[in-house]
T-cell receptor, first 114, second 109 residues
Framework: DADVTQTPRNRITKTGKRIMLECSQTKGHDRMYWYRQDPGLGLRLIYYSFDVKDINKGEISDGYSVSRQAQAKFSLSLESAIPNQTALYFC?????????????FGEGSRLTVL | GQNIDQPTEMTATEGAIVQINCTYQ??????LFWYQQHAGEAPTFLSY??LDGLEEKGRFSSFLSRSKGYSYLLLKELQMKDSASYLC??????????WGAGTKLIIKP
């Protein structure tokens, strides 16, 4: 089983619908992240959390919200999906105090908004 | 602004050597990362450089020049499984990663 698990792996939805992407990890890491990846662009950080009571906006947080339900769970919500939120979304974790900053990614959630 | 530049695509031959370059401009600097991403899969960590010089790890090596804002990833004895995208990312003064768009490496027999 993967250490960082994302659900759903694929989702097609319509404009205006609420969508939740879920991430759970068994690595015991404190830090969790949500990124989106678009063709021709680098990974862009949406939100990140350094522990259960800590939530921080990333580069492109508008239109998204997150919830850190437990150390192991970090979910991303799109309250009212729009077509330009069509992308591949990755959850990632890292270890607190890890100077190399190595990220461990989930397998990705491909979201299509029609 | 902050920026990472790397070639969009490169082609190399199985068994050969290829160098993938990356230049960066960031507000402060706390290290340079290389990740490998096979099509449809998650990125996986390859290397981290924070001091100038070459770090070797098996067939893969990564080089950093902080004064030039430049790094490269060197892949030796290329194998077909090395066909992937290679992502360069620099960590800024706030310990945030700035990602390049990735270099798609195509290996031909």
């Amino acid at each position: 089983d993967a250490d960082v698990t994302q659900t759903p792996r694929n989702r097609i939805t319509k404009t205006g619908k609420r969508i939740m992407l879920e991430c759970s990890q068994t690595k015991g890491h404190d830090r969790m992240y949500w990124y989106r990846q678009d063709p021709g662009l680098g990974l862009r950080l949406i939100y990140y959390s350094f522990d259960v009571k800590d939530i921080n906006k990333g580069e492109i947080s508008d239109g998204y919200s997150v919830s850190r339900q437990a150390q192991a769970k970090f979910s991303l919500s799109l309250e009212s999906a729009i077509p330009n939120q069509t992308a591949l979304y990755f959850c990632a974790t890292s270890e607190r105090g890890q100077d190399t900053g190595e990220l461990f990614f989930g397998e990705g959630s491909r979201l299509t908004v029609l | 602004g902050q920026n990472i530049d790397q070639p969009t695509e490169m082609t190399a031959t199985e068994g050969a050597i290829v160098q993938i370059n990356c230049t960066y401009q960031t507000s402060g600097f706390n290290g340079l990362f290389w990740y490998q991403q096979h099509a449809g899969e998650a990125p996986t960590f390859l290397s981290y450089n924070v001091l100038d010089g070459l770090e070797e790890k098996g067939r893969f090596s990564s080089f950093l020049s902080r004064s030039k804002g430049y790094s490269y990833l060197l892949l030796k004895e290329l194998q077909m499984k090395d066909s992937a995208s290679y992502l360069c990312a620099a960590m800024d003064s706030n310990y945030q990663l700035i990602w390049g768009a990735g270099t798609k490496l195509i290996i031909k027999p």
